[in-house]
């Protein structure tokens, strides 16, 4: 394996003839084949080293810190806020049944989507009594979020709210149910937000309703238009 090194030191050649020179020459062959092996290990061990704290620099310069999302006990809380509805609470139950067997976060932003998927269902007619059941539970959930959860699905929220309006427009129960969760909604939101487009017909809407022939109905539209001008003052 050391032939290279004839090449490299071609004067070692002319000694060869000699025993003891060729003695010499092996001991000196021998040392710089121990230095060529001590440098190539030095080499490899100093790779080693810069290969694994190589993983360890990147995940303190890169890794993200992950908030730790306390669990709520969302349905210990329902049962004290609808004791006397078993209805709401079938739905509930059935949230929580999901949440768990898919393994999410038992957090108010889990029950949050599920009950806009809910309301969004198309393949299952849904009576007046369910979908004031359903907005009943999603005003109590949304009472549980944070201001940015609001703000971030604003635009999401705002569309599912409308299209019920739509479907469930003859139905004082729906509508004045709707018009809660609406004003929950409002209030979470920046004057920004409020000036977009989709959020201009919204509240095109609720003036609307201000004028309804339905006195519960005009009484809680006017409750939302009140407090979205009030909270723009203060």
Do not use: W
């Not at 190539?40 to 694994?52: F, G, R, T, V």
């Not at 635009?155 to 129960?173: G, H, Q």
């Not at 929950?184 to 095109?204: G, I, K, P, W």
């Amino acid at each position: 394996p050391h032939f290279p090194l004839l090449f490299v030191y071609p004067p070692l050649f002319a000694h060869l003839s000699s025993s003891t020179n060729y003695y010499y020459y092996l001991l000196i062959i021998s040392k710089m084949a121990s230095i060529e092996k001590n440098l190539s290990k030095m080499k490899i061990d100093k790779k080693k080293k810069q290969i694994s704290n190589l993983p360890l620099k990147r995940a303190k310069q890169t890794a993200p810190i992950v908030p730790i999302i306390p669990e709520i006990d969302v349905v210990g809380l329902a049962q004290k806020k609808f004791s006397n509805n078993t209805e709401i609470m079938i739905f509930v139950h059935a949230f929580a049944d999901v949440i768990k067997s898919s393994k999410a976060p038992r957090i108010p932003v889990s029950y949050f989507g599920l009950i806009l998927t809910a309301l969004t269902d198309d393949g299952k007619v849904k009576t007046e009594q369910e979908i004031n059941h359903l907005l009943s539970f999603l005003l109590f959930i949304i009472k549980l979020l944070s201001p940015a959860v609001l703000k971030a699905k604003f635009s999401y929220v705002n569309t599912i709210l409308l299209k019920t309006f739509e479907t469930y427009s003859s139905s004082v129960l729906v509508t004045i149910q709707l018009l809660k969760v609406t004003k929950r909604v409002m209030l979470a939101q920046e004057l920004t937000a409020l000036q977009q487009t989709d959020s201009l017909h919204f509240l095109q809407l609720i003036l609307t309703l201000c004028l309804d022939e339905r006195a519960q109905v005009a009484e809680q539209a006017r409750v939302v238009v009140t407090s979205i001008l009030k909270q723009e003052e203060d």
